[in-house]
């Protein structure tokens, strides 16, 4: 589906961007072609006035001028007097016959009402419009007629300019302008393609992460599940069974219970809907009472548990006061869990406090074996085993991360390093009150 979302998103933007593109474009092909073709014409009406003007002038025309002019400009020049051409071969060939090309302009010109075969009617010169003629090979034309009488004679004149080359470069510009288009279009389109890769990425990560969030709940879910219908198949087969089954069920709806509780909050944190009630919190008295609160479990456990307090009262920090003491208890009851010596000797937890600049750190410190370096980061991972027999305990794999979202809502940071000789620290820096965080 992402994906799906991801080439509709980059055909949307690159084809609406190219489409823009294109646009501009056209309208820069238009514009050149505008301004080349007025250019042309205004060259071609300058030629076509240099001439009227030399023969409303009687002046004479020389071969060598003619054939100058024709060559330098691309002109087809034809003069009648009274009617009989004006004997010049041409200085250039073009690619149509010139004769059927004059023809083709005097016919062309009787459409506007100059007819260069008679006599004139009125004394007004009379001139046609700058005309498209085709010649028959492709070639292309601009052409103009004019009519001078002058006393009892007439003159004409048909001026023809070739444009093919003019036509072929306006061609080759919209042939260049389309090829920077599509390739602006694929570059758009990979350009695209790559930013939105990219921005996309932390979204794909995210819903995989859910993904997997899902999948792992619901195996854990079922787990619990199974045991609670399989005793009640039993209290129904052997109602003898029941007080045994009754205690399985009791227990097995707790540890649901709290893994119910425990994914609430961690959907909670990724929803941003956790709510926190920011106060100051006296440290070591919320560092006292979780010693206190736990002293006995360790006891019935037969796990040492001592609290190293600073001489001088720890300053308050800002944090919230229920879910601090949450965080220590999940990093206490992990290293109740699994911070038994491999050798066999009396579990010891430490639980300590001690203040550095404006920073306060809480340690939670066991003895046992310590977890590996490689396997530091992923310990706060969702429903992450570091020992595969874990798995038969009553533990999900989510305390850790939950402390590292409790840390993460509370701004304070969370670390594990080792413990000398042996073991893993938990350690939780927090900001004392008065001080910007770190």
Known sequence: MLTTFRRRLTLLFAGTTSLILTVIFLIVWVYQNHLYQ???????????????????????????????????????????????????????????????????????????????????????MRKTSVMQIEGEKGDIYQAAALLMPSGSTSKALILLQDITEMRQRKLSLGIFFLLLDL?????????????????????????????????????????????????????????????????????????????????????SSDSGTLSRKLEEVEADALLLRLFESYETVCRQKDISLKLHMPDDILPPVLSDPAYLYQLLSILLEN??????????????????????????????????????????????????????????KEHFGLGLSIASELARQLKC??????????????????????????
Not at 237 to 249: K, L, T, V
Not at 356 to 366: A, E, F, K, P, Q
Not at 413 to 438: M, Y
């Open 413 to 438: 940071r969370l670390t594990v390093l080792d413990t000398p000789g042996g073991g893993a620290c938990f350690r939780i820096e927090l900001t004392k009150t008065g001080t910007s965080s770190s």
């Open 38 to 124: 007025a250019q042309q014409e205004n060259l071609f009406q300058n030629y076509l006035l240099e001439l009227s003007n030399k023969l409303e002038a009687d002046i004479h025309f020389s071969d060598n001028w003619l054939a100058l002019m024709e060559a330098e400009n691309r002109l087809i020049i034809h003069i009648e007097e009274n009617r009989v051409p004006l004997f010049f071969p041409g200085s250039w060939e073009p690619a149509s016959s010139r004769s059927e090309l004059i023809e083709k302009a005097r016919k062309k010109a009787l459409d506007e009402q100059v007819d260069i075969s008679r006599p004139p009617l009125t004394t007004s």
């Open 183 to 267: 390739a602006g279009f694929a570059a758009l389109f990979l350009a695209a393609r790559l930013i939105l890769g990219r921005a996309m990425q932390p979204i794909a990560e995210y819903q995989q992460r859910q993904t997997d969030f899902i999948s792992a709940a619901s195996h854990e879910l079922r787990s619990p599940l199974t045991v609670i219908q399989t005793s009640a198949s039993v209290i129904e087969d052997d109602p003898g069974q029941a007080a045994a089954m009754s205690r399985i069920i009791r227990r097995e709806c707790s540890r649901s219970g709290k893994l119910i509780r425990d994914l609430l909050l961690l959907a």
């Open 335 to 392: 290293a109740i869990t699994y911070g038994i010596p491999p050798s066999g000797k009396k579990p010891v937890i430490e639980l300590s406090a001690h203040q550095s600049g404006r920073h306060i750190t809480l340690s939670v410190t066991d003895h046992g074996p310590g977890i590996p370096d490689e396997k530091k980061e992923a310990v706060f991972r969702r429903f992450y085993r570091g020992d595969p027999s874990r798995s038969k």
